[in-house]
């Protein structure tokens, strides 16, 4: 449920999702929030169409209702430079 997930996030001041394809989790508990909720998410890096994504957690999102697109592609907003620490 994405919006458990949300609140589970929130509770915890997760900022970022990690989503591989290193086993079966991210495709299991990771792509029902993330398309059934792309709006609460931006993308910050990826290594391709079917590798890592580094997903950053949008807070203007959280507790928001949003009705995802049925079929197509998802699209993401890429994440503003409030995500990224400057380099020390």
Same mark, same amino acid.
């Given at each position: 449920?994405? !919006?458990?997930?949300?609140?589970?996030? #929130?509770?915890v /001041? %997760?900022?970022? $999702?990690?989503?591989? !394809? $290193? @086993?079966?989790?991210?495709?299991?508990?990771?792509?029902?929030? $993330?398309? =059934?909720? *792309? &709006?609460?998410?931006?993308?910050?890096? %990826?290594? @391709?169409p079917? /590798?890592? %994504?580094?997903? /950053?957690? =949008? !807070?203007?999102?959280? @507790?928001?209702?949003?009705?995802? *697109?049925? =079929? @197509?592609?998802?699209?993401?907003?890429?994440? #503003? &430079?409030?995500?990224?620490?400057?380099?020390?």
């Amino acid at each position: 449920d994405p !919006e458990t997930f949300l609140a589970f996030a #929130d509770s915890v /001041g %997760a900022r970022y $999702l990690l989503f591989d !394809e $290193l @086993g079966a989790l991210s495709q299991n508990y990771l792509v029902p929030v $993330l398309t =059934r909720r *792309p &709006d609460a998410f931006c993308i910050m890096d %990826a290594t @391709g169409p079917t /590798g890592t %994504a580094l997903f /950053g957690i =949008r !807070e203007d999102a959280r @507790g928001q209702t949003y009705e995802a *697109p049925q =079929r @197509g592609p998802i699209n993401f907003e890429v994440c #503003d &430079d409030s995500y990224r620490r400057p380099a020390e």
